[in-house]
């Protein structure tokens, strides 16, 4: 029983940290979003299959892909 009380008191705080996140953003966004930004997940320099960025820009180019 502690195992599960203490394993949803740490999912808790998780969602909590998450959510404290996102009201201090800015429009309660995440900067840097896009798998372009990090150069472990884009190593030939693709544009983001969602926006369309490419790495080197530093605004999405899709102001609708902002909002999902």
Known sequence: MKLVLL??????LAFAGIA???WTQ?????????AS???F???S??????????PDEQECRN???RLQ
Request: overall charge positive; some cysteine; aromatic content about 2%.
């Open 7 to 12: 394993t949803i008191g740490l999912l808790a």
């Open 20 to 22: 404290i996140k996102i």
């Open 26 to 34: 800015k429009d309660g966004k995440f900067a840097g979003t896009c």
């Open 37 to 39: 930004q990090s150069p």
């Open 41 to 43: 997940l884009n190593k």
């Open 45 to 54: 320099g693709e544009a983001c299959g969602m926006c369309g960025k490419l």
């Open 63 to 65: 102001e609708t892909s």
